[in-house]
């Protein structure tokens, strides 16, 4: 899927209008037109052993232009489409708040979007049947990429040319941020050990500070919250490429293990390119419920929204492992959930003096 | 109310001094007191009310005289005073009648008829005349003119309420340009008020009369107000039918008694009654006997007692010699013992016939003394009951109904023939002594009752009470359960043993003296299976006319209607009818319009309290498409709902004849009437509802398609792609297209819908077709050809014709058979 071809612009190009081509012969042979994909649920999501990723199952739905609704989503893919030519066509690229907003411009109201969901789902809908990433669509998501800190050289493309960065030695505080297309990025050098993704701004600061990624040579990731692509991206080249052990830190509630889920076995809506962004061999390193009853963490109570993720989790397909089910259960059990930030309860240097060193250990990474 | 009798104990002058201030109250004083019984409660009703009643005895008129009525209307303010004058085409009133007519109340044609008409009690006119004069003073002023009379008559009247006479004022021939009719004018004390119903009044009334004109003056119209007619068909002429017998009341039937002339009470049956002939007189007058005589109790003969039997006529009869004594005492004896069973007059006939048979073989004279005489000493003998000799229950069982009572002298011929019965109508369960003990008590009891001659003569209520009775004694002596169903299965069986008796019934005059035989009369023809009353007395709208008249009256988008048959309430026939028109020019905000006919009356007050509304209420129109809150109650939306009851006898909730009563068979046709037409509504309902969605569809997407194909053919560098194909598939429609390949055209329908559809097709060509290839016929008009195919076209199929014409021949192609929404034309 990544662009390999000397003009990935132009292949990327060639297959929308390739789409938009499909659309014309049905029309022409009198048929009414439609676009089949598949459906983007959690039952629809399968695992696949030879990749070891959760990919979209054998479950299609197709958009045809029999109903007026359908009708709308292809004139909108349509448009969408010649708007994404159009803009590989010149090289440039736009955020997919953009998009949304450029469809305002359209000359057919009715090919206006009605809210960003909307472009979004377009976008993902074409990425899928098209096979290039949005990335190659030169679509980008809004919030500014998440960052990387620890001893990692690297080459970046960039508009004004080729940039060599050492995540470390190169940045400030905040550390080294990812490109919306890390395909971009190349590896020159590293002295990595293991790379440390992180969900939270707080626990990240909390590490540089005590100079854990100095201390442990780990790359640290982080993730912000849910992980945009471009972060699970780079984090499956950094473990693919330089082979390097993964391990993702989070908050001990359902949807941090969420969060865990599409960095390791990716996300229900881009199950299309989980070969692509997943690393499947991330390990979890806490905060595991087992660990609030261990260091007997400060806890706020689940709400029933909790309850309901934990449940659902129980059910979804990626989290049917020994060790998951466990844990879910002990949680359902305490009725507890618990912030990376409550080790600070121990100390503010307890999280990586004793809580990471020993997770660690035990996870075998160090 | 005050108490008018006097007081026990109290002065004894007080009656008379009452009696002094009682007196008769004429119909019209009391008419005065009581207006609005009759709708002259108010002056705004009032008005409506006077209209109502002339408009309804004009279309009365002139449909009885075969008149398509055409009937003005006009009311003017006059002073403090609202003028009101009617005029109708009717055949007119005679001089002598007019009086009568509008000044005497309760005079009137039909009171007295069973046959669908508007008016009835003769009340309403003349109510109006009196509330004129009542309120202003004035007399009525009339004017008639008889069909084929060379001038008209004018009276001015007013009515003496006093006598309930009319007082003519002036009486004097005029001229009047209206060939025949009748004019009335009243001055009357109202206002407007009630003009919508007014208004609505005389247009309900041209909704269920298409064949009359009407027209309305009133001041706040600024012209008049015109009905015009919707067919020259008068409605059907109704036969006046004579009462049904399910139909009448006790003091009704007793007055026909009364004043009929036939002698007979099976002659007046069938001579005062609808659908009463010979067989079913015989019926109702055996149905009558059994109630006015009661039935005997017939009792069998056993082999063992045909001797006794045969002993007892030989010693009753004297002087006939051995021989023919013998023979008639054996004769009866043998009758009697191949008979199952035998009742008192059965006896008597059989002695009569055996006597008959015996003289002429003999020779010897039967006479009456000695028949009787022979009929009591059989009879005795047949049913001899000796109470102290009644067999004991111990006996009874040991002998389980065999030879009973054998002694002679005190026999027992009842009991144990009661015993089998109520054995065998009772539970098996129970004890050989309690029934035996029953039967003794029975036995005991009818004996006691067997009356006059022991005829055993009871009615149904004589013997319900006396197996009552025994039954009471055995639960009360023998401590023994005796419960409603034994003593009823033991009814059954014995009345099931009655005979009709042939006595005489009295004649009508005694009948209708005793109010009792009367109602034992009453009560025979009720419970007699009689066929329902003729339906010509009925003159229904008819379903096609209800729908013509809501088309006249209501610019809507869809009509229906339905007339039930036939059915009969206490003896009056009566038909239901609907009608829904919907949509269109109606208001679509708030209730449905509900328009309530009787005998083709709108009715224009006390919706509330009508049947018709109930009904309505309690239908849950969600069901046929039409919006209504809550699931109940009156529903919303643009529509009209009529109801018309036409009967012989219109149950109304008062004399005001605003609201019909509820009876439950009168509802229930209601109700099924109006399912009938909003059945159609519903469907019609929901093929627009369906309708519209494709239209809405096919709107959307016969933009967003092109503009799809626009935009596809952009991005890829093409010429737009041709999507008709595409979009008749996608509107589940027919589609026609011609291709035209040089000389040769070729038409072709697709058929993308689910359904079978068969396509009119007409290709109109200005040059003639050569070498047709299909099933299609071409027709030359003056220069064009008119090419005519319509194919069969299964869903998913396709059909095709071709012909060869010239190049630049025009083609104009008109497709029918097919809803519009449905068909894609690209010819």
Known sequence: MSSETQNPNEDAREQLIDLAADFYDQFAGGKIPELTLPTRTKRNIEYDPDSGVWVYGDRTSTRSANSVRGARKLLKAVYTIDFLAQQLDEDRSSTLRELYYLSESWDNTEAHFSDQDESNQMIEDLEIVSEVTREDLHMRPEESGATLMGPLLLREQTRRGEREIHCQKDVGEGGYQIPNNPDTIEFLDHEIDFVLCVETGGMRDRLIENGFDDDYNCLVVHLKGQPARATRRITKRLHDELDLPVVVFTDGDPWSYRIYGSVAYGSIKSAHLSEYLATPEAAFVGIQPEDIVEYDLPTDPLADSDINALESELSDPRFQTDYWTEQIELQLEIEKKAEQQALASRGLDFVTDTYLPERLDAMGVI | ?827
């Open chain 2, 1 to 827: 109310m005050t108490s008018f009798q006097s007081t026990l104990g109290e002065d004894a002058g007080i009656a008379d001094e009452l009696a002094q201030s009682q007196r008769e109250i004429s119909i019209a004083e009391f008419f005065e007191k009581n207006k609005h019984m009759l709708g002259f409660d108010s002056g705004a009703r009032g008005l409506v009310t006077a209209v109502k009643e002339a408009v309804d005895n004009a279309l009365d008129a002139t449909e009885e005289a075969g008149i398509l009525p055409d009937i003005y209307v006009e009311i003017t303010e006059v002073g403090d005073y609202y003028r009101l004058v009617i005029e109708d085409n009717g055949p007119g009133i005679t001089k002598e009648q007019v009086p009568k007519v509008f000044g005497k109340l309760l005079y009137g044609s039909r009171f007295h008829k069973r046959e669908q008409s508007r008016g009835q009690q003769g009340i309403g006119i003349s109510a109006a005349v009196l509330y004129s004069q009542l309120t202003s003073g004035k007399p009525a002023k009339i004017t008639s003119r008889p069909k084929g009379s060379a001038d008209a008559e004018y009276v001015e009247l007013i009515i003496d309420t006093d006598t309930n006479e009319p007082e003519i004022k002036t009486a004097e021939r005029t001229t009047w340009d209206r060939t025949h009719g009748t004019r009335i004018e009243l001055e009357m004390e109202a206002n407007m008020r009630a003009r919508s119903q007014l208004r609505g009044y005389m247009k309900h009334t041209a909704v269920v009369n298409p064949h009359a004109r009407l027209e309305l003056r009133e001041p706040g119209l600024d012209g008049p107000m015109k009905f015009e007619r919707g067919t020259d068909q008068l409605p059907a002429e109704t036969k006046e039918i004579r009462p049904h017998p399910h139909g009448v009341e006790l003091g009704t039937l007793i007055k026909m008694l009364e004043a009929t002339e036939s002698y007979s009470v099976s002659g007046f049956l069938q001579g005062e009654f609808t659908r009463v002939g010979g067989k079913t007189a015989e019926k109702v007058l055996n149905a009558f006997r059994d109630r006015h005589f009661g039935r005997e109790l017939s009792w069998p003969v056993a082999a063992s007692h045909e001797a006794d039997i045969e002993d007892a006529i030989v010693d009753a009869v004297s002087n006939k010699g051995a021989d023919a004594t013998e023979s008639f005492a054996s004769g009866i004896v043998e009758v009697l013992g191949n008979r199952e069973r035998t009742c008192r007059f059965e006896l008597a006939e059989i002695v009569d016939t055996v006597a008959d048979r015996v003289e002429d073989e003999t020779g010897r004279t039967f006479g009456d003394t000695v028949r009787e005489n022979a009929i009591e000493a059989a009879w005795a003998a047949v049913v001899a009951f000796d109470s102290d000799a009644a067999v004991s229950t111990d006996e009874a069982v040991a002998a389980n109904g065999d030879v009973a009572g054998a002694d002679s002298d005190g026999r027992d011929r009842l009991t144990s023939d009661l015993y089998a019965i109520v054995d065998e109508a009772t539970s098996t369960r129970k004890d050989d002594a309690v029934i035996h003990g029953f039967s003794e008590r029975l036995a005991r009891r009818l004996d006691a009752d067997a009356g006059e001659e022991r005829r055993f003569r009871f009615t149904a209520d004589e013997l319900q009470r006396a197996i009552e009775d025994a039954a009471d004694a055995t639960v009360e002596y023998d401590e023994v359960s005796f419960g409603d169903t034994a003593r009823e299965n033991v009814f059954e069986a014995l009345w099931a043993l009655t005979r009709t008796v042939p006595d005489d019934l009295p004649k009508v005059k005694t009948v209708a003296a005793d109010r009792d035989t009367a109602s034992q009369l009453l009560e025979a023809m009720r419970e007699t299976d009689i066929l329902a009353p003729p339906t010509d007395c009925l003159s229904p709208i008819t379903d096609t006319l209800v729908e013509a008249g809501l088309r006249k009256e209501y610019d809507a988008d869809f009509y229906a209607a339905a007339t039930r048959d036939a059915e009969v309430h206490g003896g009056d026939p009566f038909i239901v009818e609907a009608g829904i028109a919907y949509g269109g020019e109606l208001k679509s905000e708030g209730s449905i319009d509900l328009l309530r006919f009787a005998n083709r009356v709108p009715l224009v007050y006390q919706r509330g309290a009508c049947a018709s509304t109930d009904v309505v209420k309690q239908i849950g129109w969600r069901n046929y498409g039409l919006d209504q809150p809550g699931g109940s109650g009156m529903p919303n939306g643009p529509a009209v709902l009529m109801i018309h009851v036409a009967s012989t006898n219109v149950p109304f909730t008062s004399e005001s004849k605003d609201a019909i009563a509820n009876i439950p068979a009168i509802e229930d046709e209601i109700e099924l009437a109006i399912r009938e037409a909003a059945r159609e509504l519903k469907s019609y309902l929901n093929k627009r509802r369906s309708m519209q969605k494709r239209r809405e569809k096919q709107d959307v997407l016969g933009r967003i398609l092109p503009e799809m194909a626009e935009k596809v053919a952009e991005v890829t560098g093409r010429e737009p792609p041709n999507i008709d194909g595409a979009m008749a598939r996608i509107m589940n429609n027919l589609s026609v297209d011609r291709e035209v390949s040089g000389t040769t055209v070729t038409l072709s329908v697709e058929n993308y819908s689910d359904r079978a559809e068969q396509p009119e097709i007409t290709d109109i060509l200005s040059a003639e077709p050569q070498a047709l290839n299909g099933d299609a016929s071409v027709v030359d008009m003056d220069g064009e050809w008119f090419l005519q195919w319509s194919p069969s076209v299964s869903a998913g199929e396709e059909a095709s014709i071709s012909y060869e014409v010239p190049e630049e021949t025009d083609f104009d192609v008109n497709v029918d058979g097919v809803d519009a929404e449905k068909l894609t034309v690209n010819a």
